[in-house]
């Protein structure tokens, strides 16, 4: 089993950035992709971005140029650097692996996009 913990959400204006972390309790090294998914209110949750082992990536098109994924194997820990934010990318924001493991959601983390 593995718990995932996300950070770094808050509250920024149109046109700012935030980078979000995640932090895996142990090594996901054997986890071949991850991925970032985020859900907005009354929405389902998406896929937003991915990342193989071998640091290849893969992006939803809203997020494309905006939005760069990262890993660290040897910190067990996951990125996502999010720049030029909109309103619509307003949603709580969470990590697993790609495609999703049912036990392995946390408990996200809100990125909220408004002026």
């Known amino acids: 089993q593995v718990q995932l913990v996300e950070s770094g959400g808050g509250l920024v204006q149109p046109g700012g950035s935030l980078r979000l972390s995640c932090t895996a309790s142990?090594?996901?090294?054997?986890?071949?992709?991850m991925g970032w998914f985020r859900q907005a209110p009354g929405k389902q949750r998406e896929l937003v971005a991915t990342?193989?082992?071998?640091?290849?990536?893969n992006y939803v098109d809203s997020v494309k140029g905006r939005f760069t994924i990262s890993r660290d194997n040897a910190k067990n820990t996951m990125y996502l650097q999010m720049n030029a934010l909109k309103p619509e990318d307003t949603a709580v924001y969470y990590c697993?692996?790609?495609?999703?493991?049912?036990?392995?959601w946390g408990q996200g983390t809100q990125v909220t996009v408004s002026s």
């Open positions: 697993n692996r790609a495609p999703p493991v049912a036990s392995y």
């Open positions: 142990r090594s996901f090294f054997g986890f071949r992709t």
């Open positions: 990342i193989t082992i071998g640091r290849n990536t």
